[in-house]
């Protein structure tokens, strides 16, 4: 009992540190990541679909163009971060995709901006499964939910805090002789390229090399991770050898790249089409919203959905992840995201809308502590770059299919619909997951609080 105690104190104080020193950080490159992926989202109801004459099928397809660009770099970008460290890769993906979210302000036509949308994604490549393979390389498997939440708060409070300062720039309508969108555009690029530049010299590799940790902490967390990774691949060689084949060859991998699919297909949908709904709502309840009404309607859900996502994935740490944390959210938003459709007042479809964000916000960090439960080394820089990649073709899909539907149906009853569909797939298919890896067999937990296996 007296052993344990002072290790017990180490853990705390190292876990503290990384939670303070280095999260907040790495959420902060996300949050701008995010706000530029996005941003096309503000600027479409807002002048730029008027000055671009774009159909919603065009936008649709404007926005999901960024995420073919994203899948043709983002296994072999994940592959460069593992070989050459997240400090230089991450710093050098920040940089590139703030020069090219910089060129938006100058956008004249939509082939231009089919054009910087797929650059955006090829720049972009990597960032997001490199900084989720950078935290998981950070902290044992039993603190990675909890970790993996307050990095991915970054994600919801985007919209809370970016949708209101997109709609005050939009406001500053011919500040240095550009339409509002444009000047949106222009000040919110330069952010990435100063926060490439300060990761450059801020971000750590690994824990060993970590000077603001005591040497306890770094022996600690070195050896807790070494030991983990050598269980992972002692118990799941299979899976865990470190090559790119191994990880392609992983049906649990696949199954997981599909649940994804479907979270990010509803995430997208709303991301993208939202602040077009809202403008909608002017039209169909015969009402007038500002441009900084519109941004705060929209920033509504995403408040809650923090919330909830704090909660949940605190919830998730202290129990131990199950199945249900991710197939329950799953179910919620693939029944409310329809049942929108059918509220009578701008209130009452965005309180169901809030529900919807709540749910794919709460599952989300909670589902990106499973792959690198087996996963170690370069598998799993392949295999969680693979699951993202299913995401950004969701990505895809979501923005280019919803556009199309709309203009094809009228109106948004079929692609939100759809949306509901791919969530309710997504719980059936972890419910499926969890069911097989009962009949294989588990891995002993490396500590007592470790997290739980799926069940």
Known sequence: MGAQAPSTAVERTAIKKISVRLVPFVALMFFVNYLDRTAVSFAEPNGMGQDLALTAAQFGFASGIFFLGYIVLEVPSNMALHRFGARRWLARIMVTWGIVSLLFTWVSSSGQLYTLRFLLGVAEAGFFPGAILFLSQWVPSRHRTKILGLFYLAQPLTTVFGAPLA?????????????????????????????????????????????????????????????????????????????????????????????????????????????????????????????????????????????????????????????????????????????????????ATVAVITVTACAIFAALPVFWSVPSRFLTGAAAAAGIALINTAGNVAGFASSYITGWLKDWSGAYYVPLYLVGFFMLLSAALMILLAARSRTEEPAPAAHPQAEEALR
């Open 167 to 347: 709609g005050w720039l939009i406001g500053r309508h011919g500040l240095f002789g550009l339409e509002g969108w444009r000047v949106m555009f222009l000040f919110v690029s330069l952010p990435a390229i100063v926060l490439g530049v300060i990761a450059w010299f801020y971000l750590i590799d690994k824990p060993a090399d970590a000077k603001w940790l005591t040497p306890a902490e770094r022996d600690w967390l070195t050896s807790e991770l070494a030991a983990e990774n050598a269980q992972k691949t002692g118990h799941e060689g299979k899976h865990a050898k470190g090559d790119l084949k191994k990880a392609f060859g992983s049906g649990r991998v696949w199954t997981l790249a599909a649940v994804y699919f479907g979270f990010v297909y509803g995430l997208y949908a709303l991301a993208f089409f939202l602040p077009t709904i809202i403008n909608g709502f002017q039209d169909q309840y015969d009402t007038t919203f500002s441009v900084m009404d519109k941004a705060w309607i929209t920033a509504i859900p995403y408040l809650p959905a923090a919330v909830v996502l704090f909660f949940w994935t605190r919830h998730a740490t202290r129990h131990g992840t199950r199945t249900w944390h991710v197939a329950g959210p799953a179910v919620v938003g693939g029944v409310s995201i329809p049942l929108a459709l059918y509220m009578g007042s701008p209130t």
